[in-house]
T-cell receptor, first 116, second 115 residues
Framework: NAGVTQTPKFRVLKTGQSMTLLCAQD?????MYWYRQDPGMGLRLIHY???????AKGEVPDGYNVSRLKKQNFLLGLESAAPSQTSVYFC???????????????FGNGTRLTVT | DQQVKQNSPSLSVQEGRISILNCDYT??????FLWYKKYPAEGPTFLIS?????DKNEDGRFTVFLNKSAKHLSLHIVPSQPGDSAVYFC??????????????FGQGTILTVHP
């Protein structure tokens, strides 16, 4: 029972490099989300998806792109990394059947990204 | 503009006593509130929730109270156990079918329960 799996767990990038964070869920959830956690800021929503092939901007979308080509996967891309993107990134999913409130967000264990 | 605030960065309590974690919000469109618990190197896990049509919800040792007029909610843990030591996040969701589970989180409170 894996739930939400994030890869990689850790990554160090140089400024200007690109990378993709992968999120996979095995709960057949419709909704998926990417959050970032910074000290003193709580978790802030970057992008989200309400179904396969759909994406939408959250609170802090600048500098990130996402794709949801398959229902179980949600990818977060950084095209040109900046030190301000040093953070812990969390992926989450929730169900829509009966309303998401019957299946509140399930989170992965996070990816710690450092941009130097 | 922090719409959900947890003004206490940390709280320390003795095992067996009550832990009270507080959360304030400013957006009157929020109508559903959740508490998540987070251990180091893990993702947040759902703990308990409450709808704005209620003022209290209880689940075992955990009770959440909502005061809509004050835009304030609190999480009570009784009795507190050392395994409860974690970061606790308050989160809120707005009304409407387009909320899609998007949550606004507070900054978190680090709870330490001493044996």
């Amino acid at each position: 029972n894996a739930g939400v799996t994030q890869t990689p767990k850790f990554r160090v990038l140089k400024t200007g490099q690109s990378m993709t964070l992968l999120c996979a869920q095995d709960m057949n959830h419709e909704y998926m989300y990417w959050y970032r956690q910074d000290p003193g800021m709580g978790l802030r929503l970057i992008h989200y998806s309400v179904g396969e092939g759909t994406t939408a901007k959250g609170e802090v979308p600048d500098g990130y792109n996402v794709s949801r080509l398959k229902k179980q996967n949600f990818l977060l891309g950084l095209e040109s990394a900046a030190p301000s993107q040093t953070s812990v990134y969390f992926c989450a999913s929730s169900g829509s059947t009966g309303g998401w409130r019957n299946s509140p967000l399930h989170f992965g264990n996070g990816t710690r990204l450092t941009v130097t | 503009d922090q719409q959900v605030k947890q003004n206490s960065p940390s709280l320390s309590v003795q095992e067996g006593r009550i832990s009270i974690l507080n959360c304030d919000y400013t957006n009157s469109m929020f109508d559903y509130f959740l508490w998540y618990k987070k251990y180091p190197a893990e993702g947040p896990t759902f703990l308990i929730s409450i709808s704005s049509i209620k003022d209290k919800n209880e689940d075992g040792r955990f009770t959440v109270f909502l005061n809509k007029s004050a835009k304030h909610l609190s999480l009570h843990i009784v009795p507190s156990q050392p395994g409860d030591s974690a970061v606790y996040f308050c989160a809120a969701s707005a009304k409407g079918g387009t909320s899609y589970g998007k949550l606004t989180f507070g900054q978190g409170t680090i709870l330490t329960v001493h044996p």
